[in-house]
């Protein structure tokens, strides 16, 4: 019997060392939750796609401001004549010609209707747009790394935690067994431990499932292997003292709503750049021109000639019109869409805050589950050792005392996940945000926009292709 006593508390010692976060044991060298967001930062093929659009849309304002530069164009003919001519008294003349000639033609459009402003101020308000449009994804970005990042932790702590309860089980079989040989216990509790057992190895085989499933998203969202990681905490430097307050800061700086905001300007540039269709256009020309041989009589000749071109539309067909229509139909729906996005800001705002709040509440009351579990499993085992309390009150307990150790790790994988994702609805979550990096650290649209802004010509972009 005194053998028998000695396993019982090893047994409690293995289920209450059981690791609430997997990684408080980590390495000193073990990855940290900033470096895995860098990584995302900077690595992840979403966010490099995101950027290589911004520069797309970078080049229409350099084409927007061609209309305010002059089009030159080169011309060169060559031409074979050859003349058969007969006269009445039956002689033939055959004459041959080679003329041939190049010249240089420019415009300079002066009045178009002030499309060209109207098309260039539309062009920056894209280019806005899609710098606003880039920090989106990157807060996706980051909150999916935080979220793979405690998903591997969530998972490693919850596969030791079955170890642990695999362990502690296989010693109360034993236990169970022993005490069954010298007639203490039936058959009946034999089975009980041996199909608790076998239960726990089924969790502990689903939980080394969900480990490999969530260090698979890791790698894919990081862009590097889930090796050790260390503990992380909730974000708690930013604080709002009320709901609306968060709200407020979400409509100021969120960048889904500045991105729709640059949109209904988009869309009312677009109207006046269709309005300028019906006005009059002026044009500057002149072109100069040398022929040789143009004529059998004539060896050389040259032609300069300026002047200016008015064209005032009159009718042309009606598709001015309807595209005049379309663009007024364009920003109303730009419009509608922004107040879209503006409630499905503030939904966000209102579920992240509840979320937050609850998983705060969820830990501790977790805890408190946690101890008191703890306490619970401890008496009914002393019980137990003097037959007060069975097999399956012993298991019973071990069973809610894992349950609780395991609720307490999902919410305390909540809070820290939750607590980026509050800083993600309203619009914060960035590196600079964070301070992992400075500014000047960070991808910088504007440089890209400034090197092809005035750039007249050259087929090469920036970084060399």
Same mark, same amino acid.
């Given at each position: 019997?005194?053998?028998?006593?000695?396993?019982?508390?090893?047994?409690?010692?293995?289920?209450?060392?059981?690791?609430?976060?997997?990684?408080?044991?980590?390495?000193?060298?073990?990855?940290?939750?900033?470096?895995?967001?860098?990584?995302?930062?900077?690595?992840?093929?979403?966010?490099?796609?995101?950027?290589?659009?911004?520069?797309?849309?970078?080049?229409?304002?350099?084409?927007?401001?061609?209309?305010?530069?002059?089009?030159?164009?080169?011309?060169?003919?060559?031409?074979?004549?050859?003349?058969?001519?007969?006269?009445?008294?039956?002689?033939?003349?055959?004459?041959?010609?080679?003329?041939?000639?190049?010249?240089?033609?420019?415009?300079?459009?002066?009045?178009?209707?002030?499309?060209?402003?109207?098309?260039?101020?539309?062009?920056?308000?894209?280019?806005?747009?899609?710098?606003?449009?880039?920090?989106?994804?990157?807060?996706?970005?980051?909150?999916?790394?935080?979220?793979?990042?405690?998903?591997?932790?969530?998972?490693?702590?919850?596969?030791?935690?079955?170890?642990?309860?695999?362990?502690?089980?296989?010693?109360?079989?034993?236990?169970?067994?022993?005490?069954?040989?010298?007639?203490?216990?039936?058959?009946?509790?034999?089975?009980?431990?041996?199909?608790?057992?076998?239960?726990?190895?089924?969790?502990?085989?689903?939980?080394?499932?969900?480990?490999?499933?969530?260090?698979?998203?890791?790698?894919?969202?990081?862009?590097?292997?889930?090796?050790?990681?260390?503990?992380?905490?909730?974000?708690?430097?930013?604080?709002?003292?009320?709901?609306?307050?968060?709200?407020?800061?979400?409509?100021?700086?969120?960048?889904? @709503?500045?991105? $729709?905001?640059?949109? #209904?300007?988009? =869309? *009312?540039? /677009? !109207?006046?750049? +269709? %309005?300028?269709? &019906?006005?009059?256009?002026?044009?500057?020309?002149?072109?100069?021109?040398?022929?040789?041989?143009?004529?059998?009589?004539?060896?050389?000749?040259?032609?300069?000639?300026?002047?200016?071109?008015?064209?005032?539309?009159?009718?042309?067909?009606?598709?001015?019109?309807?595209?005049?229509?379309?663009?007024?139909?364009?920003?109303?729906?730009?419009?509608?869409?922004?107040?879209?996005?503006?409630?499905?800001?503030?939904?966000?705002?209102?579920?992240?805050?509840?979320? @937050?709040?609850? $998983?705060?509440?969820? #830990?501790?009351? =977790? *805890?408190? /589950? !946690?101890?008191? +579990? %703890?306490?619970? &499993?401890?008496?009914?085992?002393?019980?137990?050792?003097?037959?007060?309390?069975?097999?399956?009150?012993?298991?019973?307990?071990?069973?809610?005392?894992?349950?609780?150790?395991?609720?307490?790790?999902?919410?305390?994988?909540?809070?820290?996940?939750?607590?980026?994702?509050?800083?993600?609805?309203?619009?914060?979550?960035?590196?600079?945000?964070?301070?992992?990096?400075?500014?000047?650290?960070?991808?910088?649209?504007?440089?890209?926009?400034?090197?092809?802004?005035?750039?007249?010509?050259?087929?090469?972009?920036?970084?060399?292709?």
């Amino acid at each position: 019997m005194s053998s028998m006593k000695s396993k019982y508390p090893r047994a409690v010692r293995l289920v209450g060392a059981a690791c609430i976060l997997a990684a408080s044991t980590a390495a000193p060298h073990a990855q940290s939750l900033e470096q895995a967001l860098l990584g995302a930062y900077f690595a992840n093929p979403t966010i490099n796609a995101m950027r290589a659009s911004v520069r797309v849309t970078d080049e229409q304002v350099p084409q927007a401001l061609a209309g305010y530069r002059p089009k030159v164009f080169g011309n060169a003919q060559g031409d074979s004549e050859r003349t058969r001519t007969q006269t009445p008294a039956g002689t033939t003349n055959n004459k041959s010609n080679y003329p041939r000639g190049y010249g240089v033609t420019v415009q300079q459009n002066i009045f178009n209707g002030f499309q060209t402003g109207n098309l260039v101020r539309s062009a920056e308000s894209q280019v806005l747009a899609a710098r606003a449009t880039l920090r989106n994804p990157e807060q996706n970005v980051l909150l999916d790394a935080v979220t793979a990042y405690m998903n591997v932790i969530q998972s490693t702590g919850i596969m030791q935690l079955q170890q642990q309860n695999v362990q502690a089980l296989n010693e109360q079989l034993r236990a169970t067994n022993d005490r069954f040989q010298v007639g203490e216990l039936t058959r009946t509790d034999v089975a009980q431990a041996q199909a608790r057992l076998r239960q726990a190895e089924a969790q502990l085989s689903a939980a080394q499932a969900n480990l490999n499933a969530a260090r698979a998203v890791y790698h894919q969202v990081i862009g590097s292997q889930a090796g050790q990681l260390k503990p992380a905490r909730p974000y708690d430097k930013i604080s709002y003292a009320s709901l609306d307050a968060a709200i407020a800061a979400a409509f100021g700086q969120h960048p889904a @709503l500045q991105a $729709a905001r640059h949109g #209904v300007d988009v =869309a *009312q540039l /677009q !109207v006046k750049v +269709a %309005e300028g269709s &019906l006005l009059p256009t002026l044009n500057l020309e002149a072109s100069a021109q040398r022929f040789s041989d143009p004529t059998p009589n004539v060896y050389n000749s040259s032609d300069l000639t300026a002047g200016l071109r008015l064209t005032v539309p009159l009718y042309q067909g009606g598709a001015e019109y309807s595209r005049i229509r379309q663009a007024k139909e364009l920003t109303g729906q730009r419009k509608l869409e922004s107040d879209v996005t503006r409630d499905a800001v503030r939904a966000a705002v209102i579920s992240s805050w509840g979320q @937050l709040s609850a $998983a705060r509440f969820q #830990v501790q009351a =977790a *805890q408190a /589950q !946690v101890a008191a +579990a %703890e306490i619970a &499993l401890n008496g009914v085992r002393e019980e137990y050792r003097v037959g007060q309390r069975t097999t399956l009150d012993v298991l019973n307990a071990q069973a809610e005392l894992v349950s609780a150790r395991s609720q307490l790790i999902t919410a305390q994988r909540d809070l820290v996940v939750f607590s980026y994702g509050l800083l993600s609805a309203v619009g914060r979550l960035s590196i600079v945000e964070l301070k992992l990096a400075e500014t000047t650290q960070t991808y910088q649209p504007e440089t890209h926009y400034e090197q092809v802004r005035d750039s007249w010509f050259g087929l090469r972009t920036p970084d060399g292709r």
